[in-house]
Antibody
Framework: QVQLQQWGAGLLKPSETLSLICAVY????????WSWIRQPPGKGLEWIGEVNHRRITTYNSSLKSRVTMSVDTSKNQFSLKLSSVTAADTAVYFC??????????WGQGTLVTVSS | DIQMTQSPSTLSASVGDRVTITCRASQSISGWLAWYQQKPGKAPKLLIS???SLERGVPSRFSGSGSGTEFTLTISCLQPDDFATYYCQQYSIYPRTFGQGTKVEIK
């Protein structure tokens, strides 16, 4: 059974780069799509983008200019970088298996706060 | 982008009630729709895929229906564990988009 565990810095200053990693345990890493989704406090869910084991990425156009996703197949990990963050990027960030299809399962979530 | 609109935004109900949540897509997504349940401080949990396919381990009181642009999630007999926020999500077209959520609260 696939489980996802994520980590990264939780407090950033404006203009810094958000960096999160998600590790995949159990199941197959290859042949899968891996996504990042965020949720501002008290608000709904926004899909950020996906990456697959071949390093092919698809990003939401709303964030495309600032997003980079990558995979490390040797560690069964994938990552998210979001540059030039502002207060509007304050959210809980989730990693999840899927994107080409449904999101399941999800990581536990990481609250990232952007504040000067 | 495909806009997903859920109604109602909040639903007050009692244990044992039958509740229905509606999700409308701004264009046809065929049956490529999922439903998730989210509790405070937790990640969403997948309940239903392909509009009506119940995920393994999800109680049979949950059901989904619809195709094209209109979908429903029904909870046949609301249980205390079901008080949560529910989201629909389309996976027909990129970018993947979610409804704004429906909070099911205790009446």
């Amino acid at each position: 059974q696939v489980q996802l565990q994520q980590w990264g810095a939780g407090l950033l200053k404006p203009s810094e780069t958000l960096s999160l990693i998600c590790a995949v345990y159990g199941g197959s890493f290859s042949g899968q799509y891996w996504s990042w989704i965020r949720q501002p406090p008290g608000k709904g869910l926004e899909w950020i983008g996906e990456v697959n084991h071949r390093r092919i990425t698809t990003y939401n156009s709303s964030l495309k200019s600032r997003v980079t996703m990558s995979v490390d197949t040797s560690k069964n990990q994938f990552s998210l970088k979001l540059s030039s963050v502002t207060a509007a990027d304050t959210a809980v960030y989730f990693c999840a298996k899927g994107g080409n299809t449904v999101f399941d399962p999800w990581g536990q979530g990481t609250l990232v706060t952007v504040s000067s | 982008d495909i806009q997903m609109t859920q109604s109602p935004s909040t639903l007050s109900a009692s244990v044992g009630d039958r509740v229905t949540i509606t999700c409308r897509a701004s264009q046809s997504i065929s049956g490529w729709l999922a439903w998730y349940q989210q509790k405070p401080g937790k990640a969403p949990k997948l309940l239903i895929s392909k509009a009506s396919s119940l995920e393994r381990g999800v109680p049979s009181r949950f059901s989904g229906s619809g195709s094209g642009t209109e979908f429903t999630l029904t909870i046949s007999c609301l249980q205390p564990d079901d008080f949560a926020t529910y989201y629909c999500q389309q996976y027909s077209i990129y970018p993947r988009t979610f409804g704004q959520g429906t909070k099911v609260e205790i009446k």
